[in-house]
């Protein structure tokens, strides 16, 4: 924010020089935190992001968070504060640092462990500083911690409720081993412990800096006033919006213990005056296995996604005081204890583009269609080049498209929504650390979901297990059946999942995107791409000119750009990748799609699905054309699915599109 609008708050009390450093330099002692953590810990995983900071003032609300941390993560930290607070009140003293990773007392799931510290002012406390790291394994019933079966906690790791580990300045060892003896990697974790606690005294003492310069009260005033200042600010925005409804459902892609069909996330998003009501009424009820979240991970998705349309605000408590979030309870969106929720971000995920399509209506300006879904990919085994057979834990994720947005095209190969501070890992790395060879990392041809702007490309990786004993795979993921979905006309990327090649057989099994604990052998290959992002608009008005673009960039192949984008290109020179725009075919096939392509959503499941086993139409024709749902490997039509999966592609793309072909044919001109 400008020093303009800050000094024109009638509510500031401290002049506005003093409240702009003060008020930056608490993001600055956030960022702080996030050096000290980034050049200390142990696992490759924190190393590479996967972790934020706080700084929360005496009642646990937040004052401040980094420029980098993980948006999952945001809004959490404070509830995870509060019950540090509840826990232990009356009972804090100098030199004290909590531990906490429980998703039930609003954190997000076991691996996210919280280390906090109290900070004093003589006998006073004015606030915490927090440290939030993602541990590679908290134990449970499969390397990682993430059990596809796990339908209650006690197969997902350790939870950790409030513990004092670090008593007046002094580690309680005893209470630290126990923690890691109950993990696959002790020696990480005991790292990333000690890692985590300084970046906690790295927050202590710039504080202690700042009120020695300013005075306590003077930077106590400030914990409060960046809050009620970005409060302020947002209720302002809001008020500046007409009020109304709007409403969505976005889907997981089902429930392992149920039937086929896909599960529905409602959200509906109502403007009062100054007041935002996120609304999930309607959404299904807790499912059978760890992708249900818990109400501090549901709260952080609605406060992700909303930040996302005010990027200018910073982010604290402030900004979360005009929400109000009313979720079901024993819902997916509000699991209780004991039910598993280490896989929340399954429908994190749903919700944070649920809410940017509801913001794209009211903010048409910043519309941005659906994004790829974060997957996490987790082996473990032990490690044969070395004499002792160390475990190993590869921990991998894949990044991926956002969805095409009002004027530009999406982002490609970005880091999933669920926290694009998130860094891709580097495979120099994984392959020193793990006994994992990548065969291929790469942008994935015509995974984009098309549109007048298209979506953002995915990328493909493939990796081989090599000298390795007891090894098994685990995979989260979704958007394998409720994929990636286009908005005003735009068109879905592709099914997400992932495939094993048999060393010993040379078959290709299909895993899809959620199982655990599959064993695989020294030799076995397995490979699996992350979709596009969707497309925004009618893809048959996207420019020729740029279609061709795309072509010769490899983002499109020319068989695709007919297909998707009824634009067809004369090959020049293949090798120098020159081509030209046949403008009369081009005119003739847009023509084509516009008259014939309602058809298509019309077909019969059943015939379609068995033209996909025949090898006749590939998965991209079955959800682009046909709004198609099969099981990707056998070709099984999943009725269910593709009635929900059809319902919601007429509803995002067939009801915006244009059918004035003489309009298509003069933007093929």
Known sequence: MSDSRAGSWSGLTLDPVTFEVLKNSFITIVDQMAEQVLRTCYS????NRDFSSALNDANGDSIAQGNQDIAVHVGTLHYTCKDVIRAFKGDTKPGDVFMINDPYAGGTHFNDVRLI????????IIAYSQSNGHWSDVGGSVPGSFDVNAKEMFREGIRITPIRIIDQGVLREDVANMIAANTRDPKSVIGDMRAQTEATRVAEREILRLVDKYGKDTVVTGFKEVQDYVEQATRQRIAELPDGSWETVDYIDRDPAAGEGLIPIRVKLTIKGDKVIYDFTGSHGCIGTLYNSAFGSTFSGVVAGMKTYFPDLPLNSGFYRPIEVIAPKNSIVDAPWPVAVTGFLMPFEKIMNSIYEIWSDIMPERAIACAFNLEYLLTGGRDMRHEDKPMFMFYDWLPGGWGGRSTKDGCNVTTACFGTGLQTQPIEGQERLSPILANEFEILRDSAGPGKFRGGAGVVKTSTLREAEDTVLSYICDRERAIVWGIKGGLPS????????????????????????????????FSRPTGGGGGLGDPLERDPAAVMLDVEDDYVSIERAKIDYGVVLKVIDIDLAQYEVDADATKAARCDIAKTRRGWLTEDPADVAARYRKGEINNMDMVRRYAVIVDWGTGELMPKSTEQFRESFRLRSADNWNDNIAELGEAAE
Do not use: C, N, Q
């Not at 510290?117 to 006073?124: M, T």
């Not at 495939?499 to 076995?524: M, P, Q």
């Open 494 to 525: 592709l099914p997400h999942g992932l495939w094993v090649k048999r060393a010993k057989t040379g078959e290709k099994e299909w895993l899809g995107t959620i199982f655990s604990d599959v064993e695989i052998e020294s030799g076995d290959m």
């Open 44 to 47: 490759f995983v924190i190393y």
């Open 117 to 124: 510290r109290p900070i004093f002012v003589g006998d006073e």
